[in-house]
């Protein structure tokens, strides 16, 4: 069956290191998101592509890059971690724009 | 840019009773409207949604209404059980190039 996959579910690191979040889908979606989930913050939108070689900033994308090189896998980078950027990171894809999204499992990073 | 707004951010009901989440958006462009469910430690997932061509969906004890005049759109859940007992979140975007824009969400407890 089709998924979209996040790796690590869970990760520790330190302030100023550089991080990479992992996300993979399987749907052949053109569209990919990745969100930040915080307590009274709800989803925000971080970067998003609509295809290959295709990426855009979202409302919260200060310290945080991705790139796409391949239809499959859209991976989040943090440049140089700040204890701000503790969150859980949801990665999602839809078919179209706008349309119906599928989201992972998560990542929670933890930034010391 | 969109603004959605959620209300209430918690709700708690006893089973059986029905709950309402209301949310307005502020872009009159939008016209995709899909509700998620979010049970603890787990991923968004779509429970619903209505395209501004249409008013109201059903599907068994859940309901969208949708107001464009108002810019507003309300999930009714009847009938609760303990197992509706997440966090909901509405959101809003056109169906062109712009990503969804999510409520901050609202915490249903329903109380057995």
């Known amino acids: 069956d089709a998924e979209i996959t996040q790796s690590p579910r869970h990760k520790i690191t330190e302030t100023g290191r550089q991080v990479t979040l992992a996300c993979h889908q399987t749907w052949n979606h053109n569209n990919m998101f990745w969100y930040r989930q915080d307590l009274g913050h709800g989803l925000r939108l971080i970067h998003y592509s609509y295809g290959v070689h295709d990426t855009n900033k979202g409302e919260v994308s200060d310290g945080y890059s991705v790139s796409r090189s391949n239809t499959e896998d859209l991976p989040l980078t943090l440049e140089s971690a700040a204890s701000s950027q503790t969150s859980v990171y949801f990665c999602?894809?839809?078919?179209?724009?706008?349309?119906?999204?599928?989201f992972g499992s998560g990542t929670r990073l933890t930034v010391v | 840019g969109e603004n959605v707004e959620q209300h209430p951010s918690t709700l708690s009901v006893q089973e059986g009773d029905s709950a309402v989440i209301k949310c307005t958006y502020s872009d009159s462009a939008s016209n995709y409207f899909p509700w998620y469910k979010q049970e603890l430690g787990k991923r968004p997932q779509l429970i619903i949604d209505i395209r501004s061509n249409v008013g109201e969906k059903k599907d068994q004890r859940i309901a969208v209404t949708l107001n464009k005049t108002a810019k507003h759109f309300s999930l009714h859940i009847t009938e609760t059980q303990p197992e509706d007992s997440a966090v909901y979140f509405c959101a809003a975007t056109r169906s062109g190039n712009t990503p969804l824009v999510f409520g901050k969400g609202t915490r249903l407890s329903v109380i057995a």
């Open positions: 999602a894809s839809s078919e179209s724009t706008g349309g119906r999204k599928t």
